[in-house]
């Protein structure tokens, strides 16, 4: 009995020796586990304080993507953007911010979130994403027609590079305004407001135009990018040494003349006589006095037949130059003439009779404003510097220029208006030169200078009867005699050499070569007026779309506007083509009496050669500023898609139509032919200016505009 009393003690000390094991054995293993797990809590708050600067929420979620990848400091949060898409709808949208960064985050947290909750927020947030890309894709889309429309007309890489180059940072009305609230609300630098160009209208939609005259010295003839305006009173001159343009483009309109304006006298009439209060300037007053070609006769000045500086009269100069060489045949192969210096337009206005155009260049020191006399009387003129800049016309393109007794020496400064002189002629041209009374030293420095550039002087006359020495030279045809020169000076340019880059390009000390293939321009004479104007050498490719063009402006110019526009054509003598392509425009006009002058804008293709080798006048031009003419010069602007292709090009495009009111006579003429949206701004403008809204006509995307400028002034 007492043993199995002892046994039952002994079961009982055993079992709870056992119990006390297991319960130290549990407690050991639960401080080993506590212990693992709070070093691994350690380490979770270490992983939550990273995200903490990124403001992100702590969660199971998070922790679990932390391990998966590591969060990049540049990446903004999911919250983040998703508030920022909100205030950007809540402010109607306003401006697209850097469209590219919310794509890319919202694709890197699709891929890493696998919650429920993680794809609502996404859903969410792709919605706003989607709303932003419709106007993101309408923009891109914009822009990629823009490209399109350049690149139908880019002949070659040249008219590209140009634009792009001179649009990079020229924002129209309101972008610049756009750029800077994307780089406040976004907090991004600078580059990133500039990696997306935000195209926008070309005319702002909410400018409302208060329009104020000039005040300028120069008053009722203010040439812009000549004039000087902020020259002081003591000032002899106020005419730039070189074209100089405002920074701003003149938003202001240039006022009429102190006693009127009058309808100009028709042409061929104004040949003979003008309205002088139209071309009323201090010293034209004093040089009318002493000239025997020009008579003030009551309101008009009017002009002698035959009267001329030349003694002697214009005919028989010409018909002694006739006899000289026999070769200068006027009107068949003597075509297009180029005169340096405006006098009494003589030259000019009779070599008109035999179907030759002469461009006369008005040198900015003509303080008699005769250029706006030859203006006013019907003659093709163009006002520019000439002195360091080469002239802005093509090369090898003039088939004669004539100086009559310009008063330029010729062989100052190295000989670089001559070597110009030898730019514009075209291989086998006439440069014609009359003078009185030369000195020894300047007859030997030109006999000199003429030799060096291999011009043969074909002849050289002094007239008994009009008392002036005529020296007639002929540039070479090849290039084989510049390779018998002793010197080579002035030397051969460099085949990189442009020498149809005029724009703001200095005069180049050297000499063109001449071109010789068959596929190059210049290598042979036009064929003879008028033929010359349908017949299309070798080296102009494609020919067919020129016979096209041709046709098209044929039929758009006699079925609309000679007969559907009610536009006086008899009124009509100056012209401009503020865009031509190949001058289909002006050949169209070729049977009417105007002259066309047609405008190739710097950052389009290169066609004005094409243009003169049809025996058609034209000009360089960088529509974003001031034109090189009096005011009211021209009668009637042509427009074709001009203002299209300005989209981020001119930091104030409604200064073109400033421009075009300073240009236009009052009762002159303009018609617009462009798309829609950009007409009906347009329009506006013109109303603002109290033009008067002819016809307007549209169909699909395109329209036509034709308006007519009133003598309104505010």
Known sequence: MAISRFGRQAKRSYGFCVKITAVAVLGLCFILIWSFFSSSSSSVASQRSTFGEFSEPVSANSEIQSHKKEPRKDQVSEEDKKSKFESDLAEK??????????????????????????????????????????????????????????????????????????????????????????????????SRG???????????????????????????????????????????????????????????????????????????????KVLYKNVAHPKLAAFVKSQSWVVESGEYLTFPPNQTELKGGIMHYLESIEEMVPDIEWGKNIRIVLEIGCTDSSFAATLLEKDVLTITLG????????????????????????????????????????????????????????????????????????????????????????????????????????????????????????????????????????????????????????????????????????????????????????????????????????KGMDIDWSNIRNIMDMKAINGGFAAALTQQNVWVMNVVPMHAPNTLPIIFERGLLGIYHDWCVSFGTYPRSYDLLHADHLFSRLKNRCKQPVAIVVEMDRLLRPGGWAILRDKIEILDPLEGIFRTLHWEIRMTYNQDKEGLMCVQKTPWRP
């Open 194 to 272: 500039k990696k997306k160009k935000e195209m926008g209208p070309l005319f702002n939609p909410k400018a409302h135009y208060s329009w104020k005259l000039c005040i300028t010295r120069s008053k009722h003839n203010y040439i812009p990018c000549i004039d000087m305006e902020s020259a002081g009173g003591r000032m002899q001159s106020y005419r730039h040494h070189e074209r100089s343009c405002p920074k701003t483009p003149p938003m202001c309109l240039v006022p009429l003349p102190r006693e009127g304006y009058g309808t100009p006298v028709k042409w061929p009439k104004s040949k003979l």
């Open 363 to 562: 040198l900015k020191d003509d303080l008699a404003d005769l250029a706006q006399v030859a203006l006013e009387r019907g003659f093709p003129t163009v006002v520019s510097h000439f002195q360091n800049r080469r002239l802005p016309f093509p090369s090898g393109v003039f088939d004669a220029i004539h100086c009559g007794e310009c008063g330029i020496l010729w062989h100052s400064n190295g000989g670089k208006l001559l070597l110009e002189m030898n730019r514009l002629l075209r291989p086998g041209g006439y440069f014609i030169l009359s003078t009185q009374h030369d000195s020894i030293e300047v007859e030997e420095a030109m006999t000199t200078l003429t030799a060096s550039i291999c011009w043969n002087i074909l002849a050289h006359k002094t007239d008994e009867i009009g008392e002036v020495g005529v020296k007639i030279y002929q540039k070479p045809e090849s290039n084989d005699i510049y390779e018998l020169r002793r010197k080579n000076h002035p030397p051969l340019c460099k085949e990189n050499e442009n020498p149809d880059a005029t724009w703001y390009v200095p005069i180049k000390s050297c000499l063109d070569t001449i071109p010789s293939a068959i596929e190059q321009r210049g290598n042979e004479w036009p064929a003879e007026w008028p033929k010359r104007l349908d017949t299309f050498p070798e080296w102009i490719t494609d020919r067919e779309k020129l016979i096209a063009d041709t046709e098209h402006w044929k039929a758009i110019v006699d079925k609309s506007y000679l």
């Open 93 to 190: 949208d306003k401006k697209r911010v850097n469209g590219s960064q919310p794509f890319v985050s919202v694709d890197e947290h699709k891929k890493d979130d696998n919650t429920d909750l993680a794809k609502k927020d996404e859903e969410k947030n792709r919605g706003s994403v989607r709303s932003d890309d419709k106007k993101l894709q309408k923009e891109e889309g914009e822009e990629e027609e823009e490209v399109d429309e350049k690149e139908e007309e880019e002949v070659d890489g040249e008219g590209k590079a140009n634009e792009e180059s001179e649009g990079d940072g020229e924002l129209v009305d309101g972008d610049q305004e756009a750029m800077e609230t994307v780089e406040d609300e976004s907090g991004g630098s600078k």
